[in-house]
């Protein structure tokens, strides 16, 4: 008998809690930074004759029956319709807060009583992937710059994977990884980061190369190197034959060179003659003595002529 009592009064007790922390559980509503919630009365519809009133804590906020409303707060802000819904516009993070809606029928009576809590939040950016790949593994990495804490979930070919807790650093950047152990890798992941008020996504197709590709892609590289330094040397030989060859070229002219000048400076290191000397004039041939007549006379002597100079021009036509 005593035990049937203890039991049914557990029961009770349990029923009982159960029943009041439903009853005084808090209603989450979210809003976005900037923009605009309504507030509304949880499972209680409010008629014409009741009046309702808004708190935010202890103070209040609004009190309204109807279509007549009375503002404690900055009208701007603040709405009351008649069916009791409360619209807070220009949302900012000061605005979250514990908010409590109370109801009173035409004769002072309480109703209704509930409490609301508010949380404002921004809405998520766009998150960037990023992979790094090593000779052990490859690691995936989804980052977002948000202040408050979002919710991450990341897919490799559309299928969820296991990552690493979200972390954040001193800029607010939030990022979570997952590491594959692979060598080579190639998958698309898609980052999914949301918070209460939105959602964002974004795609990236990796690649990692293997060992095999590590090789082929060193051995092409050192290949191409060996290529332009036998190119350069080519080249090198190339010009340094031509040099040589026209150093010989040079040295075999050289001689013929000195010659044609010396022979070139004999004709023209002639005697010049003076600038201001004066012309010289033809000599004259002069008869010579007429006592050497007498030797060549064999005959008798001849008349002598007529004592008549001679003009010069007979003196030359004489032989």
């Known amino acids: 008998m005593n035990f049937r009592g203890i039991f049914l009064a557990k029961c009770l007790v ?12 808090a209603h989450k509503v979210y809003g976005i930074r900037n923009g605009s919630v309504f507030l509304n009365i949880p499972d209680f519809k409010v008629e014409k004759q009741q009046e309702v009133r808004w708190l935010k804590n202890i103070l209040s906020l609004t009190k309204g029956k109807g279509s007549v409303v009375k503002y404690y707060k900055d009208e701007e802000k603040y709405e009351q319709f008649p069916n009791g819904t409360l619209k807070i516009d220009r949302l900012v993070e000061e605005d979250s807060g514990n908010y409590k809606v109370t109801v009173y029928n035409g004769t002072g009576s309480l109703q209704v009583e509930k409490n609301l809590i508010l949380s404002v939040q921004e809405m998520v950016s766009k998150p960037e ?5 090593s000779q052990k593994s490859i690691t995936v990495t989804c980052e977002v710059k948000q ?3 979002p919710t991450f979930r990341l897919l490799e070919n559309n299928k969820t994977v296991s990552a690493k807790r979200e972390t954040t650093d001193a800029n607010d950047i939030w990022k979570t ?5 692979a060598k080579s890798r190639t998958a698309k992941f898609q980052c999914e980061v949301k918070n209460d008020v939105s959602m964002k996504t974004t795609d990236q197709e990796i690649k990692c ?9 060193g051995s092409i590289a050192g290949g191409a190197v060996v290529f332009v330094i036998f190119l350069a040397l080519l080249i090198y030989c190339i010009r340094k034959k031509r040099a040589e060859r026209y150093e010989e070229e040079q ?7 000195i010659q044609q000048s010396s022979d070139e400076s004999k004709y023209r290191e002639l005697p010049k003659p003076p600038v201001h000397a004066p012309q010289k004039q033809p000599r004259q041939q002069q008869r010579p003595p007429p006592q050497s007549q007498t030797q060549y006379q064999a005959g008798p002597p001849r008349p002598r002529p007529r004592t008549q100079q001679k003009s010069p021009s007979h003196m030359k036509e004489r032989p």
């Open 129 to 133: 992937i990023k992979w790094t790949c």
């Open 251 to 257: 040295d075999e002219e050289t001689p013929m060179k």
């Open 177 to 181: 990884e997952y590491q594959h152990k």
């Open 147 to 149: 202040k408050n804490k």
């Open 209 to 217: 190369s293997g060992p095999l590709d590590i090789v082929l892609i």
């Open 14 to 25: 349990v029923l009982f809690s159960c029943v009041k922390g439903s009853a005084d559980e």
